[in-house]
């Protein structure tokens, strides 16, 4: 898609080759190509798409017109960085879509010069981090851990004091339960009857007591109408600017109808394993010191392949490709963390090769020390990254190539 559109008395456009038009016309990202005098020459139907206008509309504006005007001075600021360098820039800003909604975008920019090296026009790809913004200012108060916790899915968001005390339940009562029930109060003073036995919430407490980040804790409470709900709640701890501990914040999920869909059970020990099964993500428990599967839910049987029988005769290290397995042994061997946070290759029975995210936490289980893991694949985002990567990598070469020998 081409313009003939230009600035009056200003550059031509630098004519584009069959390369620059294959990269100009992907549809994945946006691509503008801008006078000195930041006003768009010419654009490509995905740039089209993100700010939802024609292409003969965005040439008829400058870059300023459609910048959200908090950030129109930093817009300003990063084309003086573009003339004054012979690198790319990288930056981020708002857009103003023709809708009047927010854009948010990921600009890199090259200033092209003739070979005189007298400035000609300015090249942007532009990435739509709208979805990326969005939460990263929903979770702002947050750490990266949490972020990736809340990503999990949940119903409600709760806060407690020091005390451990909840302070605040928004989205709780969606769910049929008075939030005023639990305001001033401890989790284990909610519990409903049936509910996990003394030592596993003594087990609980303790680690609230050491200020330890944890996962998926099941409990049971009543609600309004006098039945009981599983919930299933994950936290981690607040600390203030000084490293004073504040309380705990966290997200919670009623998990009561996968759990009515199953066979009722004799005891509060084959209960929690039960909702360690229906959580929607692989998971799994490696003993430590033999790195051995001591348990796996049911969605890490379905994504891998393996059954239930094969996963609890096998390692973990079976499931890492050769080269990965020393970083494997490294992670077991280092006790110092409660918590950890990785990415990771695995390999499904049917020998494709996966890219995971894994957040694992160290518990006891059957009184050996473990680690238990949520697993998410995140092959698909990350091969999209690299595609964005390599775009980034065929336009640098193309501008250098246009740059032609000094």
């Known amino acids: ?67 959200h005007a908090d950030d129109r001075q930093a817009s300003r600021d990063f084309q003086q960085e573009l003339v004054t360098t012979s690198q790319s820039r990288v930056y981020e800003k708002r857009y103003v879509h023709k809708s009047g909604s927010t854009v948010w975008v990921r600009i890199t920019g090259t200033l092209v010069r003739d070979r005189s090296g007298s400035p000609l026009c300015s090249v942007a790809l532009i990435h739509d981090i709208t979805e990326l913004k969005l939460t990263e200012e929903a979770l702002k108060a947050s750490e990266s851990r949490f972020r990736s916790m809340v990503e999990m899915s949940s119903d409600w968001y709760w806060v407690q004091d020091e005390n451990f005390r909840f302070v605040e339940l928004p989205g709780v009562e969606k769910r049929g339960i008075d939030p005023e029930a639990f ?62 501990f504040k309380g705990y914040h966290g997200v919670g999920k009623d998990v009561t109808e996968k759990a009515r869909g199953l066979k009722d059970l004799e005891d509060s020990e084959e209960r929690y394993r039960m909702l360690f099964d229906i959580h929607p993500r692989p998971m ?17 049987v379905e994504h891998y392949g393996y059954s239930r029988e094969e996963f609890l005769s096998m390692t973990a290290e079976q499931l890492r490709p050769p080269e990965d397995i020393a970083q494997l042994l490294k992670d077991f061997q280092d006790p110092s963390r409660s918590y950890m946070q990785r990415v990771a290759r695995h390999l499904k029975k ?55 020998p000094d």
């Open 1 to 67: 898609m081409k313009s003939d559109k230009r600035p009056q008395g200003g550059p031509a456009v630098p004519d584009g080759d069959a390369l620059f038009d294959s990269l100009f016309a992907q549809t994945a990202v946006g691509v503008a190509v801008g006078s000195l005098d930041g006003r768009f020459l010419r654009v490509n139907e995905a740039l089209c798409r993100l700010l939802g206008y024609s292409e003969q509309e965005l040439v008829e504006k400058s870059f300023e017109e459609i910048t």
């Open 183 to 244: 305001i001033g109060k401890a989790r284990w003073e909610l519990q409903g009857p049936g509910s996990l036995p003394e030592k596993a919430w003594q087990q609980h407490r303790e680690k609230l007591e050491r200020h330890e980040p944890f996962s998926d804790f099941v409990y049971t409470v009543t609600d309004g109408a006098g039945e009981m709900r599983y919930l299933s709640v994950t936290g981690e701890p607040i600390f203030d600017a000084l490293g004073k």
């Open 284 to 300: 799994w428990v490696v003993e430590n010191k033999t790195l051995r599967f001591l348990a796996v839910n049911q969605a890490a």
């Open 350 to 404: 049917n020998g494709e090769q996966i890219n995971v995210e894994i957040v694992s936490f160290n518990l006891a289980f059957d009184g050996r020390p473990a680690r238990l893991a949520v697993i998410s694949d995140v092959t698909e985002r990350l091969k999209a990254e690299q595609q964005s990567r390599e775009l980034e990598a065929r336009y640098r070469a193309l501008i250098e190539s246009r740059k032609g």
